[in-house]
Every structure is written in C-alpha cells, then in structure tokens.
C-alpha cells in the first residue's frame, strides 16, 4: 500500500464548477499535509500548507484535513481554464524532510 | 524569492554517455536539496537528499554510483547520469530548504530538467 494514495483522473470540469481532489494516508505519524499544483513540463508549485487536522482557506482554495480518517481534501470554487493542471497532495511526519507525493490528479476545466 | 533553477531544462543524449543536471538557489542559501524523478503520468519519487558538505543519501533503490550528486555549496547541486540507458529517460525535479525562516519550512522547487536518452 502506497503511504499516499490519489485518483490520477483525469477531471474534467466545465468553468465555474467547483472542484473536489481527494487524497488518503496511511501513515499515522503524518503531521504536515501541502496541495502542490504542477503545469505540464514543469516543477510543483505550493498551493497549500496544513498542519494537522482543520480548514484553510485562501481565495477560491480550500485544504481540509481529517485525521481522524486520514483523508485529505482541496476545494477549488469558480474554477477557471487557468486551474488546468495536476494537483498532486504530499505529506509528511514532523521534523523529517522527506515528502511523500500522492501520485497526482490532473484537472482539465474547460470553457 | 525563494527561486531555485535548473540547468539544461532539457537535454538528449546517446546512450552510454554521462550528463549533469544543476540545480541552483538563486536567492537564498540551501543547506538541503532534494532530488526526484518523474515518469509520465506519475508522481515524483524522491531519489536522495544532499546536505551541503556531506554525502547525499540516496533513497531505497535509487544507485549511488549511477546517479552522483554533488552539493559543494549553499547554491549549488548537481546530479550526473552516468552511462545514461533509455529506461533513465526521466523529468528530473530538485528541491531545495534554506536556513532562515522563511525559506527552511518548505521545499522550493525547480522547474525540471526533461532527459532523454537515445
């Protein structure tokens, strides 16, 4: 079983939808939850930071994280053709650097 | 700020030969950087964390002596292929953490180099 696991899609949505990605984990002692958004051909850009359980917000983004089922989520409302990427979640236990990548979701948000 | 690049961004070799890959902080010092590889459709696997002065430590897997990395300073990383085989053919991604607040509690990311072995 993959420490991280996600649905690689893809998902495609007409503009203006609002846009669910989902990623599970395994690993109790993850403490520290990212939502990274990759263009084609290029490196992952940040979106989101979580730590441990809770809601963050910022614009028409939303991380959620529930710990108790070891579930991680990111909202994204009104979306745009520029959200067209692949939105890959990564966590990772308190003090280690090592980041551990679910495989990516790529999103499609069509006009 | 927070910029971290990549040279070539993208590169083509014959089979058999060594290519070398740098990774570069542009505007912060990096006292850790982080190599992954990416296969199409696929998420990137990690492949082994350098701290600067000292041996990188290579993940489970992932050949020391065919992927040499190198971090002589607070700038600079460099990976090399070496007697590149198509099945390296890869997107090759480096990370990197700095020092002060507010660059040691994330990994900024490069924008990749594409390698392709003929």
């Known amino acids: 079983q993959k420490e991280v696991e996600q649905d690689p899609g893809p998902l495609s949505v007409p503009e203006g939808a609002i846009v669910s990605l989902n990623c599970t984990y395994s690993?109790?002692?993850?403490?520290?939850f990212m939502w990274y958004r990759q263009y084609s051909r290029k490196g992952p850009e940040l979106l989101m930071y979580t730590y441990s359980s809770g809601n963050k917000e910022d614009g028409r983004f939303t991380a959620q994280v529930d710990k108790s089922s070891k579930y991680i989520s990111l909202f994204i409302r009104d979306s745009q053709p520029s959200d067209s990427a692949t939105y890959l979640c990564?966590?990772?236990?308190?003090?280690?650097?090592?980041?551990?990548f679910g495989a990516g979701t790529r999103l499609a948000v069509h006009p | 700020g927070a910029v971290v690049s990549q040279h070539p961004s993208r590169v083509i070799c014959k089979s058999g030969t060594s290519v070398k890959i740098e990774c570069r902080s542009l505007d912060f010092q990096a006292t850790t950087m982080f190599w992954y590889r990416q296969f199409p459709k696929q998420s990137l696997m990690l492949m082994a964390t350098s701290n600067e002065g000292s041996k990188a430590t290579y993940e489970q897997g992932v050949e020391k002596d065919k992927f040499l990395i190198n971090h002589a300073s607070l700038t600079l990383s460099t990976l090399t292929v070496t007697s590149a085989h198509p099945e390296d053919s890869s997107f090759y991604i480096c990370?990197?953490?700095?020092?002060?607040?507010?660059?040691?509690?994330?990994?900024?990311f490069g924008p990749g180099t594409r390698l392709t072995v003929l």
């Open positions: 990370s990197a953490k700095g020092v002060d607040a507010t660059t040691n509690n994330e990994q900024f």
């Open positions: 690993n109790s002692a993850f403490q520290y």
């Open positions: 990564a966590s990772f236990s308190g003090g280690y650097n090592k980041l551990i």
